[in-house]
């Protein structure tokens, strides 16, 4: 089983600061520690009906009093998973929020546009996101997955190259499930 720690993302992405990196880290961390113990657990991620088994490790070393809300937990600690899995295990370098109305959270890109690249936007893979600290009745990985589904298809990118990918932190799992 391979070993990878959440941090490995601060240095492969590149768009977000560093420190906006390691602020969603945190987030991720925390509603991590509500189920595991010792700031590392064996998560299984499914990344386009591939699945694996990998030792995530993460820094819970850091004072945690404003990050109470399990809502901002699920949701910006589901943003650094997703940010994990498509840098570290998908090899995208680059990534960008995109806009409301799109219908998904963020386009990722293999490498980093160019300045004058006049054609950044046509190469995008275009990822909408979710966190689940533990599924209810009415709230299911499978449920929120089919959810994540039907908001692209609303939006404006639902013809572009595009991925959910949802991350369930009672477990720990991730499936990244193309669209």
């Known amino acids: 089983m391979k070993s990878h720690n959440l941090k490995e993302t601060v240095q492969k992405l590149k768009g977000p600061t ?6 969603g880290n945190q987030w991720a961390a925390v509603a991590l520690d509500k189920f595991h ?4 657990a064996t998560i299984k991620i499914t990344n386009d009906n591939s699945d694996q088994e990998i030792m ?14 399990n809502i901002d937990m699920a949701n910006h600690g589901g943003v650094a998973i997703a940010f994990f899995v498509m840098s570290t295990l998908s ?24 300045d004058d690249d006049l054609n950044f936007l046509d190469d995008y893979h275009y990822v909408e996101v979710s966190g689940i600290l533990r599924e209810s009745a009415t709230n299911t990985l ?7 589904h039907e908001q ?5 990118k639902k013809d572009k190259s595009s991925s959910v ?15």
């Open 142 to 148: 499978k449920r929120r997955i089919k959810i994540k």
């Open 56 to 69: 995530l490790s993460w820094d819970s070393d850091f004072p945690s009093a404003a990050m109470k809300e």
């Open 18 to 23: 560093k420190e906006q990196i390691i602020v």
């Open 37 to 40: 113990s010792n700031s590392k």
């Open 152 to 156: 692209i298809n609303k939006g404006r």
């Open 91 to 114: 090899g995208f370098t680059y990534v960008e929020q995109s806009e409301i109305g799109d219908g998904v959270d963020y386009r990722f890109k293999i490498n980093e546009p160019k």
């Open 165 to 179: 990918i949802v991350t369930l932190f009672s477990e720990p799992k991730t499936i990244r499930e193309l669209h």
